[in-house]
Structure formats: C-alpha cells, structure tokens
C-alpha cells in the first residue's frame, strides 16, 4: 500500500491533484481543505490510503497523518465508504469529528452531506469506543469525554425499554440536576430511571 507520496504537484482539480513523484504523475482524491495547502509547481507531501475495489485503483490524499487515520476509520462503520468518509473530513476537522462521535453530538455528524440520523447514531454506537479519550474543550482534565456521559445515559435508559422521547427527556433532567462535577454514569443512570419511574 502506499502510505505518502511526495513530489512537485502537475495539476489541481476540484476534488484531486496530481503529484509527480518520480516521473510517474498519481491522481490523489483529496478534499478542498487539502488541496487549498497545493501549489503546483510546488512540491508537496500527502499521507494517502489506497481503497482498492474490484474495477479500481484509488488513492486518497491528506494534509497530515492524523487525517487519514480518521479516514480510515470512519470507514470501519458500517454503511461508511471512502467517499463519505471524505466527506466528513471536507466538512469538519478531525477534531470536531471526534469529540462528535465522542459526545454522541448527531447534530453535528448530520451537518455532512450523505450522513442522516440514522447513519450518525450508527456511527456514534460503533466508532465511540475507537476515536480515544478526549479532552473536554473547557481545559479539564485529559480524557474526559465531553457530552458523552449524556449519550450513555440514554442508550442505558432506551435499553430498558423507555422511548427515545423519554430517554431525552430523562437526560435533560439529569443535566440540570449537576452542579460541578460530574458524577460516574451508572450513578446518573439510576438517576434518570428513579426521575422516569416517578413519572409513570
């Protein structure tokens, strides 16, 4: 597989640039933010995975390391092929896409076009563990998940047969309960399910 290509940039077009490396010109798919880093006549360095199908040879191109990893594993969720995965990193930085699935943020994953809430939710349930601990955007400590405890208390809630409508609702009283820091989430779960009993 080829993990990076560097060399003088032949072209640019709306969604690919081609890098000469070594006399031989490589058509890498890149997203706009990538390609506005290209200069042609420029040499330049692109970390790239190779998405090989049965009638093609792919190559997609990225700023840095970090991107393509992403990439990579976006792709790992079910319903998730490299053009939408692209399409995430076109439309938000890795960071934000991370504290999203982190924080089970839908709102944000639906932003990118292709991505509805139904693919967000999956997205969310299958990639959380994997995106890594993040820290909370307000300089707590190093790998608390911000907004996830809320993502948490509701699936624990859903998987006790309530709706979804009540979920929410349970969670948004749960929030307005915390005054500092937050408690672990088995404690804001049986929360939630002693404010959703009183209200049967």
Do not use: N
Request: hydrophobic share 45%; proline share 6%; net charge neutral.
């Amino acid at each position: 597989m080829i993990a990076s290509v560097r060399g003088v940039v032949a072209a640019i077009a709306p969604d690919s640039a081609v890098i000469e490396v070594g006399g031989v010109g490589l058509r890498v798919q890149c997203a706009p933010g990538t390609l506005a880093g290209l200069k042609t006549g420029a040499e330049a360095r692109l970390a790239t995975s190779m998405v090989v199908r049965e009638d093609s040879l792919t190559l997609y191109g990225f700023a840095d390391d970090d991107e393509k990893h992403l990439f990579e594993l976006l792709q790992t969720a079910s319903g998730v092929g490299p053009r939408l995965a692209q399409a995430v990193l076109a439309v938000h930085q890795p960071e934000t896409v991370r504290r999203a699935i982190a924080g089970g943020d839908l709102a944000t994953l639906t932003r990118v076009p292709g991505i509805g809430k139904k693919g967000a939710e999956r997205m969310v349930l299958e990639l959380r563990d994997r995106i890594g601990p993040m820290p909370i955007a307000d300089g707590g400590p190093a790998g608390v998940l911000h907004g996830a405890w809320q993502e948490q208390v509701r699936q624990g809630v859903l998987a006790l047969g309530w709706t979804a409508a009540q979920a929410d609702q349970a969670v948004a009283a749960v929030a307005e309960g915390i005054d500092g820091e937050v408690p672990p989430v088995p404690v804001l779960l049986r929360q939630a399910i002693r404010l959703l009993g009183k209200s049967r």
